[in-house]
């Protein structure tokens, strides 16, 4: 395609999108059962008693469906990993500038970025940090009749407060990915070929668009 | 608000004889359930909400034979009424815990967090029981089942202070013959409904000495749990915010031009 680069592969659009619809799916039934206020969310899986259910078993899917992902492309994983481990002193600045979506109150020059800008390498390790701990926390609270109660308790603090920040990040990374007019073009690559226009890419990942063209 | 009402438990009189704990299934119409041992249940279930659990020791060449009738001791400050997801547990008039079986999705929250891990999930029906004080019996009049045939009189229900009194009163008149005798759940948790006259101190009945609420539970439901709902509202309503104030900026912001800039201006 002219005027196009490939950002994200077949397989990583694939596994990006099952597990936001099965993240959002927990997000809502864990609402459900968090705060009688928000009760009405179960009404999505029927009941507050399903809601419970499904909420069991799409978190055996969120353990099990990123180990698939990683485990048939781990060349991607670790390419992915690398990026969000590695921090510059462009990045320190770019979370400095709020990534110049918080104009006016924070001014300043949006330094170069790599294929992921610091907002969202921090958002990739918050994801795999908290996905991690909710897998454990909600397998002691499935398996709790095995399990010392105190522990059990921890998990429930620490699970919701997990979900919760976790659900934060995902609203905010949904917004600026898809509604937010000057960084919305990612949700039509994410949702479409992978493709992404190189003049988007210049403007907002350059080092990244520097390596590929170099590349090529 | 009516009186708040007690039941007491004199384990001084009680033999042993288990009446309160088939009473309790009668009127709650629970299935029988084999056992293993002469003893009757050492556990709760599901099915079983009351039973006597006893305790032989050798001290001092003297036998030594301690029952005590086990149930829900329904806390004036219960730590399973915080921590139930669906608001399920409440305390009714007369200062009993009960659960609402329409609203109780099983989720194990409560076994988890009684300080005397009474609750018990029945996990085919997804429905948590235990002890609720007879609501039914109580509001015709009656007494709980369990007192209602207990023989040697050793239960007694009625107003709590007057069960607080007739408590300190017979403690006073065993101490002479069992000097560690006490009172059980006077004061602790905002006072316990089951009030127990002991014969020795609360760990050898295996009672915790000073039942609490579990420090977790607290700061998960009084601290974090409104700042978390506060959290999620926040997040829909700053990004709300910012797109409602980024609609009314210059469309062609200045700073456009730039390379890598990353403005939140709109393109068109």
Not at chain 2, 138 to 161: F, H, I, S, W
Request: aromatic share 12%; net charge positive.
């Amino acid at each position: 395609m002219k005027g196009y680069i490939l950002k994200h592969e077949t397989p990583t659009r694939i596994f990006h999108w099952i597990n936001l619809v099965v993240f959002l799916l927990l997000l809502c039934s864990g609402l459900a059962v968090y705060s009688p206020k928000l009760q009405f969310l179960a009404l999505i899986f029927g009941g507050l008693k399903n809601a419970a259910a499904a909420h069991r078993y799409l978190g055996y899917a969120y353990i099990v469906v990123p180990l698939i992902y990683i485990v048939l492309n781990f060349g991607l994983f670790k390419k992915f990993l690398n990026t969000i481990t590695h921090y510059s002193a462009d990045d320190v600045k770019w979370l400095k500038v709020g990534g110049g979506y918080l104009q006016p109150f924070l001014k300043g020059e949006v330094p170069p970025q790599d294929k992921y800008n610091a907002g969202q390498k921090m958002l990739g390790l918050m994801v795999i940090f908290f996905s991690c701990l909710l897998a454990v926390t909600g397998l002691l609270m499935i398996y709790y009749q095995n399990v010392p109660p105190a522990l059990v308790r921890w998990s429930y603090l620490l699970h919701s407060f997990s979900g919760i920040f976790l659900g934060c990040g995902v609203i905010v990374h949904g917004y600026l990915a898809a509604v937010n007019p000057s960084s919305s073009k990612e949700l039509k690559t994410m949702l479409g070929s992978g493709y992404i226009e190189e003049d988007f890419a210049k403007h907002h990942n350059s080092k990244w668009y520097q390596q590929v063209i170099t590349k090529k | 608000m009516a009186e708040r009402m007690s039941v007491l438990y004199d384990a001084s009189k009680c033999t042993d004889c288990g009446a309160c704990s088939v009473a309790c299934k009668q009127w709650n119409t629970l299935p029988a359930e084999k056992t293993n041992s002469l003893q009757g249940h050492t556990d709760f279930t599901p099915r079983t909400w009351t039973f006597v659990s006893s305790r032989e020791s050798f001290e001092n060449k003297k036998m030594q034979w301690m029952f005590r009738k086990q149930q829900c001791m329904h806390c004036g400050d219960a730590a399973c009424i915080k921590v139930c997801s669906t608001g399920a547990i409440s305390r009714n008039d007369l200062g009993f815990v009960v659960i609402d079986q329409n609203k109780c999705i099983g989720d194990g929250y409560c076994v988890n967090s009684c300080p005397f891990h009474i609750p018990r999930v029945d996990e085919s029906a997804k429905k948590s029981y235990k002890c609720n004080g007879c609501p039914d019996r109580l509001a015709n009049g009656m007494k709980p089942a369990c007192v209602q045939t207990c023989q040697p009189e050793a239960l007694v229900y009625g107003d709590r202070k007057a069960i607080l009194q007739m408590a300190d009163d017979r403690v006073k008149a065993l101490l002479p013959k069992y000097p560690k005798a006490n009172v059980y759940g006077a004061t602790s948790l905002d006072g316990l409904n089951f009030t127990y006259i002991l014969l020795r101190e609360p760990d050898y009945y295996g009672l915790p000495a000073n039942p609490t609420v579990p420090v977790e539970l607290t700061v998960w439901k009084d601290v974090f749990h409104p700042l978390g709902l506060l959290m999620v509202a926040g997040a829909f309503g700053m990004t709300l915010l910012h797109r409602v104030m980024q609609r009314g900026q210059n469309e062609n912001h200045p700073s456009d031009k730039d390379t890598g800039s990353g403005k939140g201006d709109a393109k068109g």
